[in-house]
């Protein structure tokens, strides 16, 4: 959370950084923030307290925030391959094609269509007959686990859920896969070295994080598809839950000049500050 929280801070307080590629990355910043808060104070608590306890309306409101910024967290890494690519591809119309109007647009839409998607998943849960004594074999209320909890009959939740999979994971990441083809070609048709290194630095970073992001999360589902163990499941969870966006600041601190100049002046300023 203070990772993600410094780069907000650093993207408002530095004009420099007033550019479309790091307003992307500070709405990856909050969206970070917000999908750690949906799962980790809980199990906090939990681990605290001894008590694994959680009321059917707090499970519900978990299970949609969850859905909310994991489909979010897609649609922004999506956005944020079409900006790198534009700017690769074509430099000269970047800040044309990426004005603050579309910038704005691409982001109210990903909101958008991530919470009509955690609605929909929210209401179809709701829907639902659970048991009085139901135990989810899980740290938090993952959708997935929770609808094959019921004691109704799930097909149609299994339906939406396989048809949002494919439609909200499925087209970003092909969108992410395609705007990557293009910035490849362009980088094998410049001449220099040097040049080459220059443009493919400049998404070194956000392709590191689209790497961790899809391949834990893949990982996750396909090893619970593969094996039956619920506990070995639920550890992996934490990869994506927890670690990819603990990683995420770092990752862009690191490989990233401009973040980590932008930091130096920051910090500059509260050590000279007066109490």
């Known amino acids: 959370m203070l990772g993600n929280l410094l780069i907000i801070l650093v993207t408002i307080s530095d004009s420099h950084l007033h550019t479309p590629m790091y307003f992307f990355l500070s709405n990856l910043s909050f969206v970070d923030i917000c999908f750690t808060s949906t799962t980790i104070p809980k199990m906090l608590v939990n681990i605290q307290t001894q008590s694994k306890a959680i009321t059917y309306a707090g499970c519900i409101t978990q299970m949609y925030f969850f859905a909310l910024f994991v489909v979010l967290d897609n649609f922004l890494l999506a956005v944020m391959a079409y900006d790198r690519y534009v700017a690769i591809c074509h430099p000269l119309h970047y800040m044309t ?23 929909l998943h929210s209401l179809m849960a709701l829907r639902l007959s659970f048991c009085t ?14 609808v094959h909890c019921a004691c109704s009959d799930t097909f ?13 994971a499925g087209g970003p990441l092909a969108g992410i896969l395609y705007s990557y083809s293009k910035i490849v ?20 970073s956000h ?6 992001f899809y391949c834990t999360l893949l990982g996750v589902y396909l090893s619970s598809a593969v094996t039956q163990n619920l506990c070995s499941t639920a550890i992996a969870s934490v990869m994506y839950t927890v670690v990819t966006t603990m990683l995420n600041p770092f990752i862009y601190s690191l490989r990233n000049k401009d973040i ?6 920051l910090f500059e300023k509260i050590k000279i500050s007066p109490l």
């Open 97 to 119: 094609i990426m004005n603050h109007r579309l910038c704005g647009l691409l982001v109210l839409a990903s909101w958008f269509m991530s919470d009509l998607n955690s609605l």
């Open 133 to 146: 004594d139901l135990e989810i074999p899980h740290f938090f209320c993952e959708p997935n686990q929770v």
């Open 156 to 168: 149609l939740n299994d339906l939406v859920v396989y048809i949002a999979a494919v439609l909200l």
């Open 185 to 204: 070609a362009s980088v094998h048709a410049i001449s220099s070295a040097r040049g080459k290194y220059k443009a493919f630095s400049t998404c070194a």
């Open 207 to 212: 392709l590191s994080v689209v790497s961790l």
């Open 260 to 265: 980590k100049s932008a930091l130096k002046v």
